[in-house]
């Protein structure tokens, strides 16, 4: 075999392997997280469901869920959705309150409720990531990666470290 066709192996292994790595990354986020422990809240189960949310997202950012100072239910008039969504209020280690905003939807389809969007409000960095001249476009764009980046891995740690009881 020669050295080029060894190349050219390699790299199409990789681009395999990274073309793998990410189609796992999509179906984790996209399919299986998001669904992830909810399968047993029927639709008016939606308040236990969003503290099942809200305790489990906690957890794996090292806070403790403590209850929720806002929760609204909305079930749509034709189609079968329904969303609740709230502020969760949450205790830090240094003893400071954190609030979390937690967003879940019925899915008619699955018939279950979805993680829609959940995250850490008022974060340290929030007030730098939206200062108009600082940082740069790239900067802000480096930012927006990280978080995302960091709420995939939040979302793998409550996967593999999961809350007891």
């Known amino acids: 075999m020669s050295l080029r066709r060894g190349v050219g192996l390699l790299a199409a292994g990789?681009?395999?392997?990274?073309?793998?790595?990410?189609g796992l990354l999509i179906w984790f986020g996209a399919w299986y997280f998001p669904a992830w422990r909810l399968d047993g809240f029927s639709k008016d189960q939606y308040r236990?469901?969003?503290v099942f949310a809200a305790k489990g997202l906690a957890h794996a950012e090292g806070l403790v869920f403590e209850d929720f100072d806002f929760l609204k239910y909305r079930q749509v008039q034709r189609g079968g959705e329904a969303y609740v969504w709230g502020s969760a209020r949450c205790r830090a280690a240094d003893g400071g309150t954190e609030f979390a905003w937690i967003y879940l939807e019925w899915?008619?389809?699955?018939g279950q409720w979805l993680r829609n969007y959940s995250l850490v409000l008022a974060t340290?960095?929030?007030e730098y990531f939206y200062t108009r001249t600082h940082p740069s476009q790239w900067g802000r764009a480096r930012?927006?990666?990280?978080?995302?980046v960091h709420q995939l891995e939040r979302n793998v740690r409550e996967v593999l470290h999961p809350l007891s009881g």
């Open 107 to 110: 899915s008619r389809k699955r």
């Open 14 to 22: 990789l681009a395999c392997l990274a073309a793998l790595a990410a």
């Open 48 to 50: 236990e469901a969003a």
């Open 143 to 148: 930012m927006a990666l990280e978080r995302l």
């Open 124 to 126: 340290a960095d929030d």
